[in-house]
């Protein structure tokens, strides 16, 4: 099973790191006693940029947000070689991993070329000495020599790759050995599991010792769960999926706050969906996957509970996946569950009960491009159907889908049953320019903005949440007849 190294960080150690870690134990203690007297206050934190051996760069702050995105908080422009600037990370986004990106010219004249580092920020103020082109080579980039978090990460995992390494070799030999009956290969399972148990151990010691740490919230992730080695390849992945969960207690909120928390959890999730062969059984196992996890994070700590709830919501409403959101009613209920997107699933679910095959869509009443009035009620076509696209050009999502249907609507067979009306959620100043350009390469259709986005009348009486999402009407009486995925499930229904 691959882990993920959270932070981008080399493996060379030389004396100036050894100085470093050594350093970094006292300190580390100086925290905790910190933390245990409850002396000082959660405050901002200030780094220090040391800029070396580059003629500039501009340099951004980005901050790990609660959707796993990273997002810019603060910019400096043009920072020179040899200067110093400071930025000020505030305590709302403390304790926390963020990158610093650097877009450096080495010459005056250079095209900017961008390198990025990925630090852990707690509550220490930070001095960085950095070298853009070399920002992860510890001979080039360094902090000051009793920086905790990060020299903290960077010693754990310089012992944890070690100890992969040998745990590697023996999971390799074990999948590929080719008498699995032999005492040989139960030797080979014995090692590999004693290996196995020592390196959860060692995990589980690591994390008590620097609990003081936010960095020691990454290192669960990296714990091994069972693996069945005497059956066959399907009994192994079963068994993985069976045991993922595995030395995870879901006490510590602070988890939901690393990279590390969404990255395990999809890992999860694709053991699950290597499995489908379908869309409906895709549907079903992810379904299944989300209960099970939900279960697991249910016993502990209510932030963790409510997170898990809000990741499945949102996996299931990017892939429209009615029967997992569904799965998530009885937890809304629950007063424990700390969800973040109650409100939305909730208007989910009555989406579920209100746009159904067979009842009249809501009326909608905007203006077109040309500023005509649009009212869905009285739309007139001799097109047998009506499709409805809610999309964004701004979406990845919505452009995968663009880039089918509208080569299918060209089609004459289709243009002559269906006409679509593209219904824009975008409403920032550059997502309505990026749909004013988008819009010229989809000609042949008719174009709707909804001024207020996902916010509007509109949206609200589709229970528009997210992007893209079709809705295929009856053109005369303006019924709803599905709410398709995809280009393949309009065809099905248009060309039985």
Known sequence: MHLVNNVNLSADVNMKIKNILASARLSALIGLYILLTGSVQAQDVIITINLRSVFESKVTLLALSGEGIFKAISVIDDLKSEELATI??????????FVLRFDYKENQGSTPYPSEKRIIINNQDLDLWVHPVHSN????????????????????????????????????????????????????INEYEKRRKSFNKWIKEQTEQNNALFASNL?????????????????????LRDNYFEG???????????SGMKEWMDNFVNLYGELATSITLRDSLFTIAGK???????????????????YFFKGYESFNIEKGIKMLQPYLDDPRCLTLKRQEISKRLKSFETLVPGTRAPDIILRDTDNNPFELYTYQTEKKYLLLLFWSADCSHCQETVDKLYPWYLQKETKQKVDIVAISVDETRSEIKSWQEKIKELAEWSHLNIPEGVRSKVANDFYILSVPVMVLLDSKTKEIISLPENVMQIDGIMNP
């Open 219 to 239: 290192f669960i992730f990296h714990y091994i769960p069972r693996i069945n080695w005497g059956g066959s390849e399907e009994d192994r992945k079963k068994s």
């Open 292 to 310: 099970t996890a939900i279960e697991k994070a249910r016993t502990g700590n209510p932030e963790i509970y409510g997170w898990m709830v809000d």
């Open 137 to 188: 080579n510890p001979d080039s980039t360094w902090f000051q020599k009793d920086e905790r978090e990060n020299s903290a990460y960077l010693r754990f995992m310089q012992e944890n790759n070690n100890q992969m390494q040998k745990l590697i070799l023996l999971q390799n030999f074990l999948l590929n050995y080719d008498d699995d009956k032999s005492a040989f290969y139960r030797v080979g």
């Open 248 to 258: 995870m207690e879901f006490n510590n909120p602070l988890m939901v706050k690393t």
């Open 88 to 97: 000020k990370v505030p305590v709302e986004y403390l304790p926390g991993e």
